[in-house]
Nanobody, 124 residues
Framework: VQLQASGGGLVQPGGSLRLSCTASGGSVNWWNIGWFRQAPGKEREGVLCLNSAGSTSYADSAKGRFTISRDNAKNTVYLQMNSLQPEDTAVYYC???????????????????WGQGTEVTVSS
């Protein structure tokens, strides 16, 4: 499967942004889709994951602010980010895992395919 992440941009603190991860070559509902991010000078970290059964795993930084959803008709997974803060500035990546235990949603090596990343900048 090939993944295309999009929707990044510049947003003011407190604002919202929706990222998209569109898949080709496979249906998103077959895969566990995770979102990762890499801030400048930091390691990439897992943000949240929507598994093939429809359950979501969240990093603490995402709880209460970020949600993930899936549109099977568009073969796209969305990351809705609200109340964005400067520390959310990063390149955001979506990734697909064929088999994934929820406890390992943020472990990169379990993901088989990666999108190219979309940059999010939170700044006034």
């Amino acid at each position: 499967v090939q993944l295309q992440a999009s929707g990044g941009g510049l947003v003011q603190p407190g604002g919202s942004l929706r990222l998209s991860c569109t898949a080709s070559g496979g249906s998103v509902n077959w895969w566990n889709i995770g979102w990762f991010r890499q801030a400048p000078g930091k390691e990439r970290e897992g943000v949240l994951c929507l598994n093939s059964a429809g359950s979501t795993s969240y990093a603490d930084s995402a709880k209460g602010r970020f949600t993930i959803s899936r549109d099977n008709a568009k073969n796209t997974v969305y990351l809705q980010m609200n109340s964005l803060q400067p520390e959310d500035t990063a390149v955001y990546y979506c990734a697909a895992a064929s088999f994934l235990h929820d406890d390992y949603y943020n472990v990169e090596r379990y993901y088989n395919f990666w999108g190219q990343g979309t940059e999010v900048t939170v700044s006034s």
